[in-house]
């Protein structure tokens, strides 16, 4: 089968012939329509990641029609069309990761290629109002998301919830699951034309992050926020402190920008803050995030769709944070 395989840090993806997965006992074989980039898969290519192996076939995202099984048990899923979760072997407590949880793409081999050999417990069937591209942007922003908001972030309807750095996958689905809760929601951003296309799926305001009053104008639109998604921590963590209504929570599942410096404790514990972290999400987390999918007909934003010979695009346009939604890639 057809693969994007990376063989060094720094180095660009091959598009090569590697040999097809076989289906072991508990596993499917998932002929895939489509993929999608994370910033994981350029973070694992410029070697910033833990655990790197090499080759390995990048992807988190996929979606496709189950071509064979590992057990009889499990043939009723052959010629499905389904959505893989990415995050395995989670383990037995929906509250953290045991220690065998991993995520697809790294170091099992992922979804840029033709087919992939997954659980059969990883697989969800697809959203039937979902195109293709769409479905295979789903997985891994969608479980971020959900557990964000939902399983840490204890999100409730009338609430108001600032989303940071709105132009990714994870904090525009984060947009549109917290607005189908009946949320009221704030965005921040690097750029004014994200923050305008923001606004036109239904946020309520926001600002830009470049200007040195940006939590100041904040306050001004939506007063305190009952909950913050935030995924760089770094200096922004203390104006997001600032904007926290007292008992409030923010939820963090990245820190791009580093270690917070000079952390102000006091107005944590006196406000009665919380600080929660979020990596990735329970099989339950999955479940559910469809379901909310399926029941409100959400639908991912999608920037950008390249076959899979034009990977390095992708991830180039990922890189200079161009894009507004996820960056899909069409395997057939």
Same mark, same amino acid.
């Given at each position: 089968m057809k693969a994007? &395989? %990376?063989?060094?840090?720094? +180095?660009?993806?091959? /598009?090569?012939? &590697?040999?097809d997965p076989v289906p072991a006992p508990g596993l499917a074989v998932v002929r895939l329509e489509a993929a999608a980039l994370n910033h994981r898969d350029l973070w694992i290519q410029q070697?910033?990641?833990?655990? %790197? +192996?090499?080759? /390995? /076939? %990048?992807?988190s995202d996929g979606t496709g029609v189950v071509?064979? &099984?590992?057990?009889?048990?499990?043939r009723e899923w052959i010629g499905r069309q389904v959505v893989i979760n990415p995050s395995l072997d989670w383990g037995v407590d929906p509250r953290v990761q045991g220690t065998r949880f991993r995520?697809?793409?790294?170091?099992?081999?992922? @979804?840029l290629a033709e087919a992939v050999a997954v659980p059969v417990a990883n697989l969800a069937p697809r959203p039937a109002h979902l195109a293709v591209g769409q479905a295979a942007a789903l997985p891994l922003a969608g479980l971020t998301a959900w557990r964000a908001l939902f399983s840490r972030?204890?999100?409730?309807?009338?609430? +108001?919830?600032?989303?940071?750095?709105?132009g990714g996958?994870?904090?525009l689905l984060t947009l549109q699951f917290a607005l189908a809760a009946g949320a009221t929601v704030y965005v921040t951003s690097g750029s004014a034309e994200k923050l305008a296309q923001a606004r036109t799926l239904g946020a309520a305001g926001g600002a830009s992050y470049r200007d040195p009053g940006w939590s100041t104008q904040l306050q001004q639109q939506g007063g305190?926020?009952?909950?913050i998604v935030d995924s760089a921590m770094g200096e922004g963590l203390a104006p997001l402190i600032e904007l926290a209504r007292p008992g409030g929570r923010i939820v963090f599942y990245g820190a791009t920008t580093g270690n917070p410096p000079g952390f102000d404790a006091r107005k944590v514990f006196f406000r009665q803050l919380s600080l929660l972290g979020t990596t990735m999400g329970a099989p339950a987390d999955?479940?559910?995030?469809?379901?909310?999918?399926? @029941? +409100?007909? /959400?639908?991912?934003v999608i920037d950008t769709i390249l076959p899979l010979e034009e990977v390095e695009q992708g991830l180039r346009r990922m890189k200079t944070a161009a894009q507004f939604g996820k960056i899909v890639l069409t395997l057939t």
């Amino acid at each position: 089968m057809k693969a994007a &395989v %990376l063989e060094g840090v720094e +180095k660009q993806l091959v /598009i090569r012939q &590697v040999a097809d997965p076989v289906p072991a006992p508990g596993l499917a074989v998932v002929r895939l329509e489509a993929a999608a980039l994370n910033h994981r898969d350029l973070w694992i290519q410029q070697g910033r990641y833990a655990g %790197l +192996k090499f080759p /390995i /076939i %990048l992807g988190s995202d996929g979606t496709g029609v189950v071509e064979a &099984v590992g057990s009889q048990n499990d043939r009723e899923w052959i010629g499905r069309q389904v959505v893989i979760n990415p995050s395995l072997d989670w383990g037995v407590d929906p509250r953290v990761q045991g220690t065998r949880f991993r995520i697809l793409g790294l170091p099992d081999d992922g @979804t840029l290629a033709e087919a992939v050999a997954v659980p059969v417990a990883n697989l969800a069937p697809r959203p039937a109002h979902l195109a293709v591209g769409q479905a295979a942007a789903l997985p891994l922003a969608g479980l971020t998301a959900w557990r964000a908001l939902f399983s840490r972030g204890q999100l409730r309807a009338g609430e +108001k919830v600032l989303i940071t750095g709105i132009g990714g996958g994870v904090a525009l689905l984060t947009l549109q699951f917290a607005l189908a809760a009946g949320a009221t929601v704030y965005v921040t951003s690097g750029s004014a034309e994200k923050l305008a296309q923001a606004r036109t799926l239904g946020a309520a305001g926001g600002a830009s992050y470049r200007d040195p009053g940006w939590s100041t104008q904040l306050q001004q639109q939506g007063g305190f926020f009952d909950l913050i998604v935030d995924s760089a921590m770094g200096e922004g963590l203390a104006p997001l402190i600032e904007l926290a209504r007292p008992g409030g929570r923010i939820v963090f599942y990245g820190a791009t920008t580093g270690n917070p410096p000079g952390f102000d404790a006091r107005k944590v514990f006196f406000r009665q803050l919380s600080l929660l972290g979020t990596t990735m999400g329970a099989p339950a987390d999955f479940a559910a995030m469809v379901r909310l999918v399926e @029941t +409100k007909r /959400i639908v991912p934003v999608i920037d950008t769709i390249l076959p899979l010979e034009e990977v390095e695009q992708g991830l180039r346009r990922m890189k200079t944070a161009a894009q507004f939604g996820k960056i899909v890639l069409t395997l057939t």
